[in-house]
C-alpha cells in the first residue's frame, strides 16, 4: 500500500528534485520554448512542499487536490494548469483515503493522464509532456496486466517515461510554443516531458 506520508513524501521530494534540474529543464526549454521550465516548475513545487507543510492534509485526495492547486497558482504558463489538471483529476478516485493500492495507483494516473489530454489537446507524437506520460500509463497497465505489484508497476512507469521522453527529440512539435519553430523544433528534448520523467522516477523512489 501507498500511505498519505508517502505521496507527501513524493511532493516535498520533488522540490529538490526539480531545483536540482531548474537549469537543466530551464536549457531544454530555451532551445525551443521561452527558457521558463525549469523556474516554473521549481517554483511550483517549492510552493507545494510549503503548503503540505502549512496545511497537512487528511486523506490522500485532500493531499492531491492541494498539490493541484498550489501548482496552478504558482507554476503558470503551459505546464502549469496541465500538471494541476493531472492531480485535481487524480486526486478524484483517492478522497477519503489514508492508503491506496496498485490498482488505485493505476486508475489515478489513468485519470490524470486523461485531464492532461482534454485540457491540453495533444495526442502522442506532437512532442509534449503526454509523449512521456501516455507510454508510462501503458506500461503502468502492462505491468499491473501480468501480476506487478506497486514497485513493478513504478519501475515500468518510469522506465516508458525516460523512453517516452527520448523519444521525443527528433519529433516535430504540433503544440504550444515549440510548434512556432515548425521543422527546427526536431533534434532537441521536450522539457515537459522531461519533467514528467522526473516525477515518475520520483515516484519510483518514494513511493515503494
Ligand atoms: N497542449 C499541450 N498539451 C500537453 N503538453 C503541453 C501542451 N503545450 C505545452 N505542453 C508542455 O508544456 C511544456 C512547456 O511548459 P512551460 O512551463 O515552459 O510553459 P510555457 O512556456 O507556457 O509553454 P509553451 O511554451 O509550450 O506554451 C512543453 O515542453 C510541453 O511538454
Ligand atoms: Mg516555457
Request: hydrophobic share 45%.
Amino acid at each position: 500500500m501507498i500511505s498519505l506520508a508517502q505521496i507527501c513524501t513524493w511532493a516535498t521530494t520533488l522540490r529538490t528534485v526539480f531545483i536540482d534540474n531548474r537549469e537543466y529543464l530551464t536549457e531544454l526549454d530555451s532551445a525551443i520554448g521561452d527558457a521558463d521550465h525549469g523556474i516554473n516548475m521549481a517554483r511550483g513545487f517549492t510552493a507545494v512542499a510549503t503548503a503540505l507543510e502549512d496545511d497537512v492534509p487528511g486523506d490522500i485526495g485532500a493531499a492531491l487536490k492541494i498539490i493541484s492547486m498550489t501548482l496552478i497558482k504558482n507554476v503558470g504558463g503551459a505546464s502549469g494548469p496541465l500538471y494541476g489538471t493531472f492531480f485535481l483529476k487524480a486526486s478524484l478516485p483517492c478522497m477519503g483515503r489514508d492508503a491506496i493500492g496498485v490498482d488505485d495507483l493505476v486508475l489515478l494516473v489513468r485519470e490524470g493522464v486523461k485531464g492532461i489530454r482534454q485540457r491540453g489537446k495533444a495526442v502522442p507524437g506532437d512532442k509534449t509532456m503526454v509523449d512521456a506520460w501516455e507510454p508510462a500509463l501503458a506500461a503502468m497497465t502492462d505491468a499491473r496486466s501480468r501480476g506487478g505489484d506497486i514497485e513493478a508497476v513504478l519501475i515500468a512507469a518510469a522506465r516508458a517515461a525516460a523512453e517516452g521522453r527520448d523519444a521525443t527529440i527528433p519529433m516535430l512539435a504540433r503544440k504550444g510554443r515549440a510548434s512556432y519553430l515548425g521543422e527546427r523544433s526536431r533534434g532537441h528534448q521536450d522539457p515537459g516531458a522531461t519533467s514528467t520523467a522526473l516525477i515518475l522516477a520520483t515516484a519510483r523512489d518514494t513511493l515503494v
